[in-house]
């Protein structure tokens, strides 16, 4: 099992800016694809961005052009770089280690118009 613990989390003006980190424990971080889900009040988690062992990447298409994942294995952490926020990216963040299937705790991420 991974450990993984999720920072940045916040309140933000629309069009502002957040950084949400997820630091993992463990020598898999690096074999496994990682993913950043939110949860809306109300509403089923959905899958924002993924990023492959080897760098690719991948959005979901309202966040695409704002957000950008990254992956730094010397310190086993994945970033998600939010970006011009808008109120209905508001909801809570979980990472996701694919290979393990093991999630952090989640970070608040709250958008005011």
């Known amino acids: 099992q991974v450990q993984l613990v999720e920072s940045g989390g916040g309140l933000v003006q629309a069009g502002g800016s957040l950084r949400l980190s997820c630091a993992a424990s463990?020598?898999?971080?690096?074999?496994?694809?990682m993913d950043w889900y939110r949860q809306a009040p109300g509403k089923q988690r959905e899958l924002v961005a993924t990023?492959?062992?080897?760098?690719?990447?991948n959005y979901a298409d309202s966040v695409k052009g704002r957000f950008t994942i990254a992956r730094d294995n010397a310190k086993n952490t994945v970033y998600l770089q939010m970006n011009s926020l808008k109120p209905e990216d508001t909801a809570v963040y979980y990472c996701?280690?694919?290979?393990?299937?093991?999630w952090g705790q989640g970070t608040q991420v709250t958008v005011s118009s």
């Open positions: 996701h280690h694919v290979w393990s299937n093991s």
């Open positions: 990023i492959t062992r080897a760098g690719s990447t």
């Open positions: 463990g020598t898999s971080f690096s074999i496994s694809t």
